[in-house]
């Protein structure tokens, strides 16, 4: 027994392996393969490949390119439970759609630009109009497909005939048709990009002669944005909180230092002027200056010399000199002057002088734009917490609140960091009061039932532990004990034919001391009590003549 016990830990090496029997072998390779067939089995059901979508809602056509490819590709597929997507290991879909792409797939069933390239030679005019207005609504309807929340589109054009009259002339209209995402939808600004996209990829196409609609029918393109219409501009409106934002960012910001982090509320209402006004003002100053520039000058002078003697009778009136011209009210009557004589004689011609001066007129343009945005009026609160104390032996903070002087600085600080303007109206409002504390919100316990990521870990936990005891089993119930029979079995096989030899041996030499038949007999009694079956193989084997 004792030397059963101390074989059966030998190891197990090739010569033992080459000492057993034929059947012996076979069993022993059935039921190692067999262990590795189900530790195998059992390990990759723990791995439990998963399978991610490659592609959706693919057509027939480009569905059977896509299987083929991936047959050839030796990329394992399944289909989903509706037969709506491919299905391919999720370690492998980026590659895979990579190396699909490459080859042009999944051409989809929108026609684009590429019908062109394939256009029959002798093709009519109406037939290559088609063509484009076919292959512009598939290369719309695939850039609006980039988006994240549109699952499929289609875009209708209605390109109207170009007349060479203009009160016949028709514009252009389009309408384009949207498969969301369950649980999805559009932003309004989404919506407008859609809507310009397509205005401006088509001659003559405006805005508001584009019309969206969802997979429910419901139209969500508006002709117009309502926030204009109503006189809301987002970009105003958005102008208006940065702006807001960004003021109550600034006293906070120059606030916190002094006050301490979390100690200071601030809250600003702006008033802000978006009218853009255009004014210009031509004015012109009543009464010129004395030194004002002389624009133009014109001068006229007229004069003639004397008069001669008069050509009258001769005589002493005639040759006295003429009078000097007066007002006719105030010429006095010469005594003695007959008016014949004053008939014959000849006044002489007035000197006449014309002047004309043109000043330069004092003349202003002013040509004012008013600044978009300008800010009409500011109006800020700020509220400032008190001070806190050093805790003190019982840990107690007291409070208490900002003195005179350091509110007076707060006061300046906050007008510097507003801009602070009196003669705009600007208002400002700082307070000093004790904030009440935040109470925390304390999260609700999770039951370890319910804690999903411990869940998860669990199950991946428990797929280890159960391969492993599998592993375990094997080795102690199957593939240990048969090992360690093997090794007893080939070593008594190799006991009894190194006692056979021996006995030849003896028989052989005739000074050898012969053994006694029934010492012999006793040791064979033995030996087939403690391992009945070694005994068979190795009668078995002296019957069958290998020995």
């Not at 007066?326 to 006449?352: C, F, H, K, L, R």
């Given at each position: 027994?004792?030397?059963?016990a101390q074989t059966a830990t030998l190891p ?168 969301l995402y369950p649980g999805r939808a559009l ?361």
């Amino acid at each position: 027994m004792a030397s059963t016990a101390q074989t059966a830990t030998l190891p197990f090496s090739l010569e033992t392996l080459n000492q057993l029997t034929p059947n012996q072998k076979v069993g022993g390779l059935a039921a190692i393969a067999f262990a590795i067939a189900l530790l195998t089995g059992i390990w990759m059901w723990s791995k439990n490949i998963e399978y991610s979508v490659l592609f959706s809602n693919v057509s027939d056509r480009d569905g059977g390119q896509i299987v083929a490819t991936l047959q050839q590709m030796n990329v394992p597929y399944k289909f989903s439970e509706g037969g709506g997507a491919i299905l391919v290991p999720a370690t492998r879909v980026h590659d895979t759609r990579l190396r699909l792409a490459s080859q042009g797939l999944p051409k989809g069933g929108l026609v684009g630009f590429e019908v062109m390239e394939t256009q029959k030679l002798g093709a009519s005019q109406f037939l290559e109009q088609v063509n484009y207005q076919r292959a512009l609504e598939g290369e719309l309807a695939r850039s609006i497909q980039t988006l994240q929340a549109v699952q499929a589109a289609r875009v209708h054009l209605a390109i109207p005939k170009q007349s060479a009259f203009l009160r016949d002339e028709q514009k252009p209209t389009a309408s384009v048709v949207l498969s969301l995402y369950p649980g999805r939808a559009l932003e309004s600004a989404q919506v407008a990009g859609i809507v310009h996209l397509v205005a401006s990829s088509v001659s003559q196409l405006t805005p508001n002669n584009v019309s969206v609609i969802d997979q429910n029918g419901t139209l969500v393109s508006k002709n117009g944005d309502p926030a204009r219409d109503n006189g809301l501009d987002p970009a105003q409106l958005k102008y208006l909180s940065d702006l807001e934002q960004t003021t109550t960012r600034r006293i906070e910001a120059i606030l916190e230092p002094i006050v301490g982090a979390g100690n200071v509320r601030a809250q600003v209402a702006a008033d802000i002027d978006f009218s853009q006004v255009e004014q210009m003002a031509e004015t012109y100053v009543p009464n010129p200056a004395t030194n004002a520039a002389i624009r133009s000058q014109q001068t006229s002078e007229t004069s003639n010399a004397a008069a001669g003697a008069a050509l009258g009778v001769p005589g002493a009136l005639s040759n006295q000199p003429p009078v000097p011209a007066i007002a006719p009210i105030t010429s006095p009557s010469v005594a003695g002057q007959s008016n014949a004589a004053g008939a014959g004689a000849e006044s002489p011609q007035v000197q006449s002088r014309n002047a004309t001066i043109n000043y330069e007129l004092d003349k202003t343009i002013r040509h004012t734009r008013s600044s978009f945005g300008a800010i009409k009026r500011l109006s800020v609160a700020v509220v400032v917490n008190h001070k806190k104390s050093a805790p003190d032996s019982e840990g107690k903070v007291k409070t208490t609140p900002l003195s005179a002087a350091e509110m007076q600085q707060v006061n300046e600080l906050v007008r510097e960091a507003m801009g602070y303007n009196q003669e705009r109206g600007d208002t400002l409002n700082v307070a000093n009061v004790s904030f009440n504390p935040v109470e925390k919100e304390t999260l609700a316990e999770i039951p370890l039932w319910q804690n999903v990521g411990l869940l998860a870990m669990a199950r991946e936990s428990v797929k280890y532990v159960l391969v492993a005891i599998v592993a375990l089993l094997l080795w102690n119930k199957m593939l240990n004990p048969l090992f360690r029979a093997w090794t007893r079995a080939a070593e008594e096989r190799r006991k009894m034919l190194e006692l056979a030899n021996q006995e030849r041996a003896l028989e052989q030499s005739a000074s050898a001391p012969r053994r006694k038949y029934d010492a012999k007999l006793a040791d064979a009694r033995d030996l087939a009590k403690q391992d009945p079956k070694v005994v068979a193989d190795v009668i078995k084997g002296w019957v069958s003549g290998n020995e």
